[in-house]
């Protein structure tokens, strides 16, 4: 029996070739899900990622997954998000999807999502409010790409280090979305759903949908064609 059409929204998935299981939870999801209409990354999708000439064998391999489940009709879009600001145009093109802009509406079963990757919510977190401004900027992509593919690597990596640090001792609150910021973006738009990820913490506040981080359990949304929503583990 042919299974009824349906949507996937995943996010935070922070791909990392040192977290091997986690590569392999990923790889399986797509071959698990080659029926499905269309696939929504929002965000995160790699722990970090250092630029659009990064042909290392890690990226080549995820990028082949993704082909595979493009090639054979499924519709896959991809939005940056804070980790891999530099994943843009050419990335989505070399796998046969579509990027998205951050934030972007999409009506999907004839429901009106709107979609991001959710940091620009967590208004209380200013310093990282203070950096989005930065990251976002087009001539900092540009600008990023002059700098040497390796010296690029050594930066993330403390970027990394220096990002586990601060969010140590941050308050809780801090870290997660800001009421008004939410109730702004819901009324704003007029949406019927509100979906995004970033805070890592999975959960259905009724019109706002959480994606969660990988591998934690309910972190991934699928939309059916009846317009129902279910919760997936990686």
């Known amino acids: 029996m042919k299974q009824a059409p349906y949507i996937l929204f995943i996010s935070d998935l922070h791909l990392d070739p040192r977290h091997i299981e986690l590569t392999k ?7 698990n899900h080659q029926n499905a209409e269309a696939i929504y990354i929002l965000g995160d999708f790699f722990n970090a990622f250092i630029g659009e ?10 990028k082949s997954a993704c082909r595979e489940y493009t ?11 804070n980790r891999d600001f530099l994943m843009q145009t050419h990335f989505a093109k070399s796998i046969g999807a579509i990027h998205l ?7 999907i079963y004839g429901l ?3 979609l991001m990757h959710g940091d620009s919510l967590c208004t209380d977190d200013t310093a990282h409010q203070k950096w989005r401004s930065i990251y976002t900027r087009s001539w900092l992509y540009k600008l990023a790409h002059l700098v040497p593919l ?4 050594w930066i993330a990596h403390k970027m990394r280090k220096a990002s586990i640090k601060r969010k140590s001792t941050q308050p809780a609150y801090i870290m997660d979305v800001n009421a008004k910021a939410v109730l702004k973006a819901i ?20 019109r706002r949908l959480v994606l969660g981080a990988w591998p934690d359990p309910q972190s991934i949304i699928q939309l059916n064609q009846d317009q129902t929503f279910k919760r997936l583990d990686p």
């Open 101 to 107: 802009a951050d934030p972007s509406i999409k009506t």
């Open 53 to 62: 000439d990064d042909d290392s064998s890690y990226v080549e391999q995820i």
């Open 187 to 206: 009324t704003s738009t007029n949406c019927d759903y509100l979906i995004h990820g970033h805070t890592h913490l999975p959960k259905d506040h009724g």
């Open 150 to 153: 390796k010296v690029r690597q």
């Open 71 to 81: 090639q054979k009709g499924g519709q896959l879009y991809i939005m940056a998000g």
């Open 25 to 31: 939870k990923f790889l399986f999801f797509m071959q």
């Open 112 to 114: 009106k999502c709107f």
